[in-house]
């Protein structure tokens, strides 16, 4: 009998977990500060991710010539020389992937220089939770027998 309860209690859970807007992963935004090297041929790093609603601030250094970021989707731009860093800053409030790419025309990798931002809610953790408590139901159950 306990154990059944266990095992309602963690299904339960889990599906709260997977429906409940509340408990969506959406956690209270925050101020993300990265810092971006551009170089000949890449950003460092090209991918970024920040929850939705962040505050984001990105410092772009140059380590050769001068470059630009540019933020698809959201239409901000920082341009950097070496020695004197550019920033820009946004909040992300909306989802989704969006690319990043160099503004300034600084040699023949230039077209290369590309990265991501993904704005998301962490879905993927709150799958995983909903799984595991899901898994856990399912033990419980098996335990039980
Ligand atoms: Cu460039």
Redesign the pocket.
Known sequence: MRFRVWSLAFGLAGIAVWFAPGLRGSPPPHDRHVTVEASADAFRPARIRVGKGDRVTIDLVATDVI??LYVDGYGVAATAEPGRPGRLSFVADREGTFRLR?S???GPL?PF?VGTLTVGEGRLARGALALLLFAASGAVWAVRR
Do not use: N, R
């Open positions: 470059h630009g160099c300034v025309t600084c230039h220089i």
